[in-house]
């Protein structure tokens, strides 16, 4: 399963590459790209996993840039 998600409030290009690598460290991940400037990360994981890794990615991203708004695009 992919999906793609809107980072609104993203202000930190160093940050979104942190994300980005803690996220693609969960269990059942298969790919986490992201772009700063449109301010989307797309997650392809296991779609039996992908509840809990759209809960665990929300708090890594939350940690970071606790202002942003994560919307499914």
Do not use: H
């Not at 999906?3 to 409030?9: D, E, F, H, R, V």
């Not at 940050?15 to 790209?33: D, P, Q, W």
């Not at 449109?38 to 392809?44: D, Q």
């Amino acid at each position: 399963m992919k999906k793609t998600y809107k980072l609104k409030g993203l202000d930190c290009a160093n940050c979104l590459a942190k994300m980005e690598r803690k996220i693609s460290r969960l269990k059942g991940v298969r790919n986490v790209t992201s772009n700063f400037f449109t301010e989307k990360m797309v997650i392809e994981a296991d779609d039996i996993l992908m509840p809990e890794i759209e809960e665990a990615a929300a708090k890594i991203i939350k940690k970071y840039e606790p202002q942003i708004v994560l919307e499914e695009a």
